[in-house]
C-alpha cells in the first residue's frame, strides 16, 4: 500500500526594511525623481511703440519679451512688477495674446512651459495730448501804413485789382459759407491792435465784406474754381467729390492723410490714430502730380490742417514706370508746394515700402527714398520722413508676404496694425514739438 509522503516546504520570509528599496534596471538602481522646473515668459502683447522692459531699458519691437522667470512644478509664480507703456494702463497677464484667461497669482500654479501676455486698456487721461491750433501772430505794427493786411482765405491767395478775387474749390466754398457770419478763423491775416476787424460772406453775392472799425472796408469776391481741378479720371474724381461732400462736418486745423491706396485702404485709420484727429482723403492708383496740380487744392488746403501726412509715389513707380529722377522731383515739387501754401503746417512722408510681389522695382524705390532722405535734411524744421516699412521685411531684407494681401501690392489687416502704430508714433511725436 503507498503511503503518502509529505516533505515539508522551507518558506523565507522577507523582512522589509523601512527605506525603499529602488529597483534595479539593466543593472543599475533608478534615482528618484527630480523636481521639474518650468519657465514662464511674460510679453508686452503689443506693436511698435516704445515700451519699458522689466530691466528699466526701453525696448521697441512686435510682442517683446518683458521679463522671464522659472518655476517648480505645481508651484505659484512671482509677479513680475507691472509693464508701463505710454498712455495705456496695465490690466493683468493673460494666458492668451486675445487676452481671455486672466492668470491668478494667488492660486494657478504652473505645469508646463508658460507664456503670459499683457493686457492693456487706453488710459482715460493719456498724455497724447493734440494741441489746439495756434494762429500765427495777427498783430500789425502801429506803425504800419495798413490797419490790416489778409494773406490768404483758407490757404488760397487773394487777388487785388479793380475787382479783388478769391478762387476757391468746393470744399473751400462749403467752409466759407458755413462760417458767413465770421470768417476771420478762415483767414491768415494781421491787423493793429487798435483797430478791429470783421469779415463775414453773402452766399447769394458771393461777396466777402472785411470791416474795420464798422467801417466796409474791403470787398472780394468769391469766384467757384473747382472745375480747374477736375480729375480726368472719373474714379478719382467721384472719390474726390465724395471726400468734398464732407467738407463741413470735417474741422479745419488736425491731421489730413493723403495719397494713394495705401492711405484710402487704412480704413481704421481714425480709429488708429485717435486720440488724435485726422482725416482720411486717400484715392487709390492717384500719382504725385495729381495731388500736387488737383487733389491737394481740393482736399488739402481747405483744410487749414496743423499736420499733412503723404503716402504716394509708388503708381509714379509701378503703374507710370517713370525715371528716378522724374519721380524724385515730383515728390520734391509736392513738398515744397505744400508748404508753400501751408507755411504753418507739418507736412510728414511715408517712405514707400518694398512690394512682395514687385522685387523688380526695389532699385528704384530704394533709390526715390533716398532722394527724399537727402531733401529732408536741409528742410527738417517742417518735413519729418516715416519708413514704417522697415518693420514689413524679412530678416534677409525682402518684404513679408505675410503683412500684404495676395496681391502682394496693399497691406493686410495685420499690417496696417504694424504699419500705422509706427505712423502713429511720428504723428505724436511730431505734434508734441509743436507745443
Known amino acids: 500500500m503507498n503511503k503518502n509522503i509529505f516533505k515539508p516546504f522551507l518558506i523565507i520570509g522577507l523582512s522589509l526594511s523601512p527605506l525603499a528599496v529602488l529597483p534595479m534596471v539593466g543593472g543599475s538602481l533608478l534615482k528618484a525623481e527630480e523636481t521639474k522646473v518650468y519657465h514662464v ?3 508686452s502683447n503689443y506693436l511698435r511703440q516704445d515700451f519699458v522692459l522689466g530691466s528699466g531699458r526701453s525696448g521697441k519691437g512686435n510682442n517683446i519679451l518683458y521679463t522671464s522667470v522659472e518655476a517648480n512644478e505645481n508651484s505659484l509664480v512671482n509677479k513680475p512688477t507691472d509693464p508701463t507703456r505710454r498712455n495705456y494702463e496695465f490690466q493683468g497677464w493673460y494666458l492668451q495674446e486675445s487676452c481671455e484667461t486672466e492668470w491668478n497669482f494667488e492660486s494657478d500654479k504652473v505645469t508646463e512651459d508658460t507664456r503670459l501676455f499683457a493686457k492693456w486698456g487706453l488710459a482715460e487721461s493719456g498724455d497724447i495730448v493734440e494741441p489746439t491750433y495756434t494762429p500765427p501772430s495777427t498783430v500789425l505794427p502801429e506803425s504800419a501804413s495798413e490797419s490790416y493786411v489778409i494773406n490768404s482765405i483758407m490757404n488760397f491767395p ?3 485789382g479793380a475787382n479783388n478775387a478769391l478762387k476757391l474749390t468746393t470744399a473751400g466754398l462749403m467752409k466759407l459759407e458755413a462760417s458767413k457770419e465770421n470768417i476771420l478763423p478762415l483767414m491768415e491775416y494781421k491787423a493793429k491792435t487798435s483797430k478791429n476787424v470783421a469779415a463775414s460772406y453773402n ?13 466796409d472796408n474791403l470787398l472780394i469776391q468769391v469766384v467757384d474754381d473747382s472745375t480747374r481741378y477736375t480729375l480726368s479720371n472719373s474714379t478719382y ?13 470735417e474741422e479745419s486745423y488736425h491731421v489730413m492723410l493723403a495719397g494713394s491706396s495705401s492711405i484710402e485702404f487704412w480704413e ?6 485717435a486720440p488724435i484727429v485726422s482725416y482720411n482723403h486717400g484715392i487709390g492708383g492717384t500719382t504725385v502730380e495729381e495731388w500736387n496740380q488737383y487733389l ?9 490742417p496743423k499736420m499733412v501726412v503723404y503716402y504716394v509715389g509708388i503708381n509714379n513707380v509701378i503703374n507710370s514706370k517713370e525715371d528716378i529722377t522724374v519721380i524724385a522731383n515730383r515728390l520734391v515739387s509736392l513738398f515744397d508746394e505744400t508748404h508753400r501754401s501751408l507755411p504753418n503746417t507739418q507736412v510728414q512722408y511715408i517712405l514707400m515700402n518694398y512690394l512682395p510681389n514687385y522685387s523688380s522695382y526695389k532699385n528704384v ?8 532722405i537727402e531733401y529732408q535734411k536741409a528742410n527738417s524744421d517742417w518735413l519729418t520722413l516715416i519708413n514704417p516699412g522697415l518693420a514689413l521685411l524679412k530678416e534677409n531684407g525682402e518684404p513679408n508676404a505675410a503683412y500684404f494681401r495676395t496681391d502682394g501690392l496693399h497691406l493686410s489687416h495685420y499690417g496696417y496694425i504694424l504699419w500705422g502704430s509706427i505712423i502713429k508714433e511720428s504723428i505724436v511725436a511730431g505734434l508734441e514739438a509743436m507745443q
Do not use: W
Open 237 to 249: 474724381e467721384t472719390k474726390a467729390k465724395n471726400y468734398e461732400s464732407k467738407a463741413v462736418e
Open 365 to 372: 524705390i530704394t533709390a526715390v527714398n533716398n532722394s527724399v
Open 268 to 273: 481704421n485709420s481714425k480709429d488708429d490714430l
Open 41 to 43: 515668459d511674460f510679453f
Open 158 to 160: 487773394i487777388t487785388y
Open 296 to 304: 491737394n487744392q481740393r482736399l488739402v488746403y481747405p483744410y487749414k
Open 203 to 215: 452766399p447769394e453775392e458771393k461777396l466777402i465784406t472785411v470791416t474795420c472799425n464798422g467801417e
